[in-house]
């Protein structure tokens, strides 16, 4: 069956731009978490949903981020006002109830502020 | 706070070869650990897990045993393949219904024939 999937797999903005990332989870999968991947760097974990709220958003960096998850199954992470330290590849994952149920990853979004 | 911590890479063996991939961690109470593993041009996936102390997750060939006294976790297989060259990351969920893992910074295995 279909994976997790993001769109893009690239992007490319201007410093002090607006983005969004879109992520698609696996049908029925009532968790889904978002994490930004620096170069080098392990995965760091950003926000969780389960359902259609936001269960713990503390790994949000500052207040430029933001993510919705409005019916329970697509997600979107925004940014806004861009910074050359956004740089990186954004990670979104879902599983089937949260917990310790595997988490199923999405390849990623590759975002370069320039 | 909760941390992980692994080897630095990349780890280049030959075909065949024993593997060790050390994973060390910090954290308050029990948590559960995983060995995540992302092939080239694919996302992480699972590897294997443990969720208690003297645990053994397996998985592929793979070994890895919770080890609470050392806070350990480090991933083990016996005749490495070509195939498995990848980034292994260790991570940890802690026990506090805290849902987020915490990763290390991961390891590149590269198996030469």
């Known amino acids: 069956g279909a994976g997790v999937s993001q769109t893009p797999s690239n992007k490319v903005t201007e410093k002090g731009k607006y983005v969004e990332l879109r992520c698609d989870p696996i049908?029925?999968?009532?968790?889904l978490y978002w994490y930004r991947q620096s170069l080098g760097q392990g995965p760091e974990f950003l926000i969780y949903f389960q359902g259609t709220g936001a269960a713990d958003d503390s790994g949000l960096p500052n207040d430029r981020f933001f993510a919705v998850r409005p019916e329970g199954s697509v997600s979107t992470l925004k940014i806004q006002r861009t910074e050359r330290g956004d740089s990186a590849v954004y990670l979104c994952?879902?599983?089937?109830?949260?917990?310790?149920?595997?988490?199923?990853f999405g390849n990623g979004t590759r975002l370069t502020v320039t | 706070g909760n941390s992980v911590t692994q080897m630095e890479g990349p780890v280049t063996l030959s075909e065949e070869a024993f593997l060790t991939i050390n994973c060390t961690y910090t954290a308050t109470g029990y948590p559960s650990l995983f060995w995540y593993v992302q092939y080239p041009g694919e996302g992480l996936q699972l590897l294997l897990k443990a969720t208690k102390a003297d645990d053994k997750g397996s998985n592929k060939g793979f070994e890895a045993t919770y080890r609470k006294e050392t806070t350990s976790f480090h991933l083990e297989k016996g005749s490495v393949q070509v195939s498995d060259s990848a980034v292994y990351f260790c991570a940890l969920s802690p026990d506090t219904g805290r849902r987020a893992l915490t990763f290390g910074s991961g390891t590149r295995l590269q198996v030469q024939p």
């Open positions: 994952a879902s599983s089937s109830t949260g917990g310790d149920s595997p988490l199923h």
């Open positions: 049908s029925g999968h009532t968790a």
